[in-house]
């Protein structure tokens, strides 16, 4: 049993060693380009919110915990946040038909893009890949009207973080 145990913890010590881990864009860069279906099947490209603020939310998982306390924050500052020119997209590397039960379970109004492949959020340095489990990271990046990251959040709380998004649209955009 004792050699069992070292051989299951040296494979588990490898794969996490083994983990993938890129950069998130620095403030003041151009946004990374995306181009991802959302829980209508409807494709939506980072392009299409040019001329507004973008809130792009990166989530691990749909109907967990802190995911759904997060999209229901947003969700119910949607108002204050469109009221400012923004809009709030999600990102995690569930499916579209997992989105769109969640939208539905939620009454989320806000797109949440299929990142199946997890390209997005590793252009986003917010994809943790541990080749036996990938999901993303709580993550969110402001994007101004331009495409120009203009705050980057990688320690996200759930329960306070729409606050803070809608505080800093407001410092942004002087209203």
Same mark, same amino acid.
């Given at each position: 049993?004792?050699?069992?145990?070292? !051989? *299951?913890?040296? *494979?588990? =010590?490898?794969?996490?060693?083994?983990?993938?881990?890129?950069?998130?864009?620095?403030?003041?860069?151009?946004?990374?380009?995306?181009?991802?279906?959302? #829980?209508? @099947?409807?494709?939506? %490209?980072?392009?299409?919110?040019?001329?507004? !603020?973008?809130?792009?939310?990166? /989530? +691990? %998982?749909?109907? =967990? +915990?802190?995911?759904?306390?997060?999209?229901?924050?947003?969700?119910?500052?949607?108002?204050?946040?469109?009221?400012?020119?923004?809009? $709030?997209?999600? &990102?995690?590397?569930?499916?579209?038909?997992?989105?769109?039960?969640?939208?539905?379970?939620?009454?989320? +109004?806000?797109?949440?893009?299929?990142?199946?492949?997890?390209? $997005?959020?590793?252009?986003?340095?917010?994809?943790?890949? !541990?080749?036996?489990? %990938?999901?993303? %990271?709580? #993550?969110?990046?402001? *994007?101004?009207?331009? @495409?120009?990251?203009?705050?980057? /959040?990688?320690? &996200?709380?759930?329960?306070?973080?729409?606050?803070?998004?809608?505080?800093?649209?407001?410092?942004?955009? @002087?209203?």
């Amino acid at each position: 049993m004792s050699r069992f145990r070292t !051989w *299951i913890g040296t *494979i588990f =010590t490898a794969t996490f060693a083994l983990a993938v881990h890129a950069q998130a864009p620095t403030v003041g860069t151009a946004a990374p380009d995306f181009s991802l279906h959302d #829980q209508q @099947g409807a494709l939506r %490209k980072l392009a299409d919110f040019r001329g507004k !603020w973008l809130v792009l939310y990166f /989530y +691990p %998982k749909d109907e =967990t +915990p802190g995911c759904t306390t997060e999209a229901c924050s947003f969700r119910d500052g949607q108002a204050l946040i469109s009221a400012l020119g923004a809009q $709030v997209v999600g &990102v995690s590397i569930d499916d579209s038909s997992s989105h769109s039960a969640f939208a539905a379970n939620h009454q989320l +109004p806000f797109p949440l893009l299929a990142d199946t492949d997890g390209a $997005v959020a590793s252009r986003y340095g917010s994809l943790s890949d !541990w080749k036996l489990v %990938k999901f993303a %990271k709580r #993550q969110t990046f402001l *994007i101004d009207p331009q @495409g120009v990251v203009r705050k980057a /959040y990688l320690n &996200v709380d759930p329960d306070t973080h729409a606050a803070q998004v809608l505080a800093d649209l407001h410092t942004f955009i @002087g209203r």
